[in-house]
């Protein structure tokens, strides 16, 4: 009896706190029991099982097997389906009582907000809904005049609807069909990227490290708009796409430039995989492509540069990006952060903290993709970037990367490094890394930047090439899989005179339900213990609590149950073995694969990473130089111009723990190279050069040659090293001392051209700007021939020269009644511009320019024309005129002028309005005879005069 009353009283003591919970705690809960008929719980113990309500509240701390989860509602409860009277009682046997709530636990937070404010408005708007049965919810409507569909996408179980939300609200929602209706937004782009870096994350000193790892076989998809798919820097790797977005524009274009470009128009168009090919996907679609699209087009890596307002719950596409991952695990989606940093969001569960969780997208809240912030060149994250954590307290964004305007480019740099991720592990093992140990090895060889150890706003910290490429090369990763319940164990031996080591696991974890309170399905849980000590270390965690001062605590180690990226790192570890222990605190599914790194920082050890091999540096320009240090302490820095021998100190006391020393370059064009010392050891970088780039043109463009020139370099060089944009890359194709270059138009179809100097070590300085040399305007040696009226009667010519190459002579002439006679000549010809001044009568004048080479061959300019009015503003020629030729009109100012012509008896034969200030006038139909002529100008008669037709 004691015991019946008791689970009773229990019984009825949850169904009280949850009806409570429902009502009062939260307001936007109470959404969910309006229009539920309330049954009195606090005189009812029991609520009957009613067949036809759709969903239940019941507690979420312990749910009993086998029943069906519509949605995790917040940490204390549940959204559930109950269909049957038995599952019914079986809960109530447990002492679980379900309250009935309505269809509002479908609806985003931000839809649920309006609904509760009351702003919702009957206007036509565009709305995201995930179905149980796309098919058969499209047959249902179509046709319907109330809605229409803009997508529907069957992979996804997602369709995008158009439609009033008070009809939404009264059909959509009611529908057994919907599990989930958000408002679609618009994409945009996260600012134009103004300035571009590699060394910044060291991807430079990658690339000289080891230049075949540059994402060849591999591509990557920018999803926005279509890129310049005709840019030079893209040549011969653009791959079409059925997603490919329709309208071009520049943000698409830089963005492919930093993942992808060739470096063929100037160094700063080189990007972090130049190797890779690329193709479009249009972000006007929010959700993921078609998973047969992406595997045909080859796409391993994607892109994602863009956001839509703050948003902060897990939306439909966070639960399909993270679907897409398990299906096709070695896909990485790279998001942007956004630049809300300066915002607040104003929904979800750290709504009003100042400044933190206005990440731009709930897409972004997907688990299983890399979600990037920008950092400026020495690693401070501008105030605009966007923060974390995610809406249920995860860790996001995992990453910094360079991206001085904005996360757009950051995000870009990640995409590019992945592929090279990529390309180092398919060169060891014959096949593409999961996603999972991509983020892994990213967040395991991260650079710790702003607040210690990791934190919402820097995540694992700054990428770092060099040290993730040497990790894939050194095989420090491991790929497990994992049962429930299980341990695995991993040996792992930390060698001497380290200075921090760091080990993380991650793995793909599957799809949470849409609008899940929390997103993490299975936990797995990263501990490293030390087999001599017993001594035991957990992941670093984060304070998620919603205020900003439990925001911006420093982790704490202990255990990770809302991440599924883990990190363990340790300063001045020990030598010796450790293990590595994963266990599967609570799947939901058997089998999880997991993927585990590892980099280990070794004291006293120094490398210059700016400038390195191929670098260059501005001369008189402040300029960056980087290394990675594991001393303390300071250094003496030094540098030497053209290997002389002798080294000039730059700083004496430099703070090694700065990875980076502003200075300014001589003004001058050298070689120069760099050492640090630190105590009895000294460091050198490459030899480099200092230079600017030199000024290239097209000397002449004649039907069977042409000629480039250049700049001469202001200081003694070795030579000038020529390229030539073949099938995808400039490739080197001469060498010469002297600043030009004929070619046989036949012998060499190239059209782009650039030069280099180099210097007399033999260290390449920097190439010009690549230029065309059928497009500079410059015909067969002459580039332009301009006549203008000077002052009265007086004509001023320029003739402006490709090249002085090869030419003996330049000549003016005038066309008289007698034909062309030379006006003057100029030989020897020294310069490339040449001006002459003439007389010019009144009227038209007519002038052409001549070239002659020195083997005999003249050419000449088109004619042009000086019309010299002085105190006549018309001219009526010639006259008299032959029967059957045009008469020319013509008219200092041809606004609201007009020609008329009279017969010798004052008849009106015609009038013709001047629109050009000279004109023809078609006679062809008039007889030879005398007329009258007459210009009127405003409505006022201005000349009149006889015209003789013969």
Known sequence: MRITLFLALCAFSSVSSLAQGLTDRDSSLSLLRRGITENKVGTTIREPFNPSQKAYAIPGQTLPKGIRVLRSFNKDYVIVAIPTEQEWNSLIRQGIQPIAVNDYWKLSPELAETVLAAKQDDQQQSYLVELSDPKAFTDHYIGNRNISFSKVSGQHNIAIIRTSFHWLEKHI????????????????????????????????????????????????????????????????????SPDAAKLMQAHATTMTTIIA??????????????????SSSDFANLLPDNDANLTGTGISVQNHSYGTGIENFYGADARAYDQQVNALPY???????????????????????EKMANLTGSFKMAKNVILVAAMDSIGNIPAAISRGPAYDGRLKPELVAFGEDGSSGAAALVSGFSLLIQQSYRDKHGQLPSAALVKSILASTATDIGARGIDFASGYGAVNAVRAIALVKKGQYHNGMINTGQQDSYRLTIPENIGQARIVLSWLDPAALTNSNTALVNDLDLELVNEL?????????LNSTPSLDALTQLATRKRDSLNNTEMISLDIPAAGNYLV??????????????????????LNTFQFTFPVKGDNLLPGKRNTLRWQSGYNGTGQLEYQLNNSGSWQSMDPNVDLSTPHYKWQAPDQFASITFRMTIGANTYHSDTVSISNNLLIRTGFNCVDSFLIYWQKAPTAVQG??????????????????????????????YEYFTVAPILANGVEAEKAYTFNYKTQQTGCYIRNFLADAGQPNEARLTLELGTTYSVKKIGFEQLTKNGFIELSAVSPVVTFQNITTTFASNGLNIFRAYVELENGTRLYTPNESVYQFNENPYYVFPNPVNKGQSLRVMVEDPEGTS???????????????????????????????????????????????????Q
């Not at 952060?337 to 104003?346: D, I, V, W």
């Not at 090293?721 to 073949?726: A, E, I, T």
């Open 331 to 353: 896909l990485v989606h790279v998001f942007s952060a956004g630049n809300s940093g300066s915002l607040t969001s104003t929904s979800g569960p750290y709504a009003g903290i």
């Open 261 to 278: 470009g060739g470096g063929n128009t100037y160094f700063t168009g080189t990007g972090v995989a130049r190797g890779s090919q690329f």
């Open 899 to 949: 020609f008329v012509l009279y017969d010798i008896n004052g008849r009106l034969l015609f009038q013709q309005r001047l629109s050009n200030t000279i004109q023809s006038i078609d006679l062809s139909r008039l007889q030879a005879g005398i007329y009258i002529y007459t210009i009127i100008k405003d409505g006022q008669r201005q000349l009149t005069k006889k015209l003789v037709i």
């Open 581 to 602: 222990k994963i266990r599967a605190n609570n799947l939901a599914t058997n089998l999880q694969a997991y993927a585990l790194s590892w980099h280990f920082d070794t």
């Open 533 to 541: 000590t017993g001594e035991i270390w957990q992941p670093w965690v």
């Open 720 to 749: 000038y090293r020529l390229y030539r944009l073949g099938d995808r890359y400039l490739e080197p194709f001469t060498e010469l001392t002297d600043t030009a270059l004929v070619q046989y138009a036949s012998n060499n179809p």
């Open 173 to 240: 929602l009611q529908d057994t069909m919907v599990r989930f209706i958000a408002r679609q937004r618009q994409p945009v782009v996260e600012r134009e990227l103004t300035g571009f870096d590699l060394s910044a994350n060291a991807v430079n000193a990658a690339h000289r490290l080891w230049p075949d790892i540059d994402g060849r076989g591999l591509t990557v998809s920018i999803k926005e708009e279509i890129m310049d798919t005709v840019d030079i820097d893209f040549k011969g790797r653009y791959k079409s």
